[in-house]
């Protein structure tokens, strides 16, 4: 019986039934859950904070490119003229 590491609930997976990498929903809390490592099966809570804080880091890298190569281009046209 495998357990899930948020609440302890039992979760009744047969690890011939599973895949590294899928991921399930735990029936008592609700979390998201991967699957790690099949026998025995292991899971890890997986959490959504980490990969919005991911993507939000990765939009701003994103927006100071774009900004640093406009700034640029505007202010050596206005130089020109």
Do not use: F, K, W, Y
Not at 20 to 28: D, M
Not at 42 to 58: F, G
Not at 61 to 80: F, K, L, R
């Amino acid at each position: 019986m495998t357990r899930c590491p948020e609440c302890d609930a039992e979760i009744d997976l047969d690890e011939d039934e599973v895949e590294e990498g899928e991921i399930l929903t735990c029936p008592e809390c609700d979390v998201e859950l991967e699957v790690t490592q099949t026998h025995p099966v292991h899971l890890i809570v997986i959490s959504e904070d980490d990969d919005e804080d991911d993507e939000d880091e990765d939009d701003e890298d994103d927006d100071e490119e774009e900004g640093d190569d406009g700034v640029g281009s505007n202010h050596d046209d206005e130089e020109e003229e």
